[in-house]
Structures are given as structure tokens and as C-alpha cells.
């Protein structure tokens, strides 16, 4: 976390050995300086668990769950049906099948309780902490503010990239 303040964000995993990548989120969330918690809680392992911390969320103040894992992948949902916050699923890299049973496991949520799934691993660790940040920006000016620097950085650094000799 960032600061010493209530939580916005949680980054939810299903084990210790997603931070390596979930990592990514926090980071990015860091770097915007959104307060967050990170924890490790299991869908199987940890039912009741999962269950009662996903529901205290919302009234501690939290605004959007991250929530990855992989395998059979069912964090994302469970945690989206004890909660009407909007919940971001990230799809761990397996061993076995390299992330395309958490990415089918996370996206394929039926009707009626959604999961807004993110690319499997890195990539979708960083984009989910982004999407946190630009939900909250709505509301935040210096949020919105925070996000434009850093898309306009982005842009320069692609721009100021040497030429690739093809
Ligand atoms: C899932 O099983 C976790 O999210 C993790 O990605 C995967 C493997 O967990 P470990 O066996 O490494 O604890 O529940």
C-alpha cells in the first residue's frame, strides 16, 4: 500500500506464488498512488474466507477487486457474486495449459454476474490496475490527471524510440 489510508483497490490472489505477476498491479497502482491492499485468499482453499472478506469490501470503502488466479480460475466469479462492486479478473500463465483454462476458467462467467477479464498475466495485471485507475478517474480529477501524464509519456517514449533498421 501505498499510504496509511483505507484501501480503493484490492489485488486479490488465488496463491503467493501469483505475485510475481500480480505484482505488476500493485505497482501500477503505486505509481498512482491509489491506496490498496493486496491478499492472497483461495476460491477452494479458502471459501469462507474469500466469502467473508470479498463481502466486508465495499463497506471498508473499496472500490474495484482485482482478482486473479489460475487453473480452474473461479476467484474472479466468486468474488463477484459476494459483491456488487465491479471486479477484474486476471488470468494466471499455468503450467499445463499456459493461462487458456484461467483466461476460459475467468471470462466465461454466465449471464447475470460479470467479471471484466483482463489478458493472462503481466500484461493483464498492469491493465487491470489501469482500468481501476481510469474508473477512478471519473470521479478524480487528479486521478484523470495522473492517467493523462502517463498515457502522454507513453506515447513519447514510442515516438522517441531509435528506427529500427528493417
Ligand atoms: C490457483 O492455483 C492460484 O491462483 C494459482 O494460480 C494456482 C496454483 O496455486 P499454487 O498451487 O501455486 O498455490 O488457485
Not at 497502482?29 to 469462507?48: D, I, M, N
Not at 470479498?54 to 459476494?82: D, P, T
Not at 477512478?136 to 515516438?159: C, N, P, W
Request: charged fraction near 20%.
Amino acid at each position: 500500500m501505498t499510504k496509511k489510508t483505507s484501501p480503493l483497490v484490492v489485488v486479490l490472489m488465488g496463491s503467493k506464488s501469483d505475485w510475481e505477476c500480480m505484482r505488476h498491479a500493485a505497482e501500477t497502482l503505486t505509481r498512482f498512488e491509489v491506496p490498496h491492499e493486496c491478499k492472497v485468499l483461495s476460491a477452494h482453499r479458502t471459501p469462507r474466507e474469500t466469502a467473508e472478506y470479498v463481502s466486508k469490501a465495499e463497506a471498508r470503502g473499496v472500490e474495484v477487486i482485482i482478482a486473479a488466479a489460475g487453473g480452474a480460475a473461479h476467484l474472479a466469479g466468486v468474488a463477484a457474486a459476494h459483491t456488487l462492486l465491479p471486479v477484474f479478473g486476471v488470468p494466471m500463465e499455468s503450467q499445463s495449459l499456459k493461462g487458456l483454462d484461467s483466461l476460459l476458467s475467468t471470462v466465461q462467467m454466465p449471464k447475470g454476474i460479470p467479471v471484466a477479464t483482463f489478458a493472462i498475466g503481466e500484461a493483464g495485471a498492469a491493465n487491470a490496475a489501469l482500468f481501476a485507475v481510469a474508473l477512478l478517474a471519473l470521479s478524480d480529477a487528479g486521478m484523470a490527471k495522473k492517467l493523462e501524464d502517463f498515457r502522454r509519456k507513453q506515447t513519447e517514449a514510442v515516438l522517441k524510440a531509435a528506427p529500427l533498421k528493417l
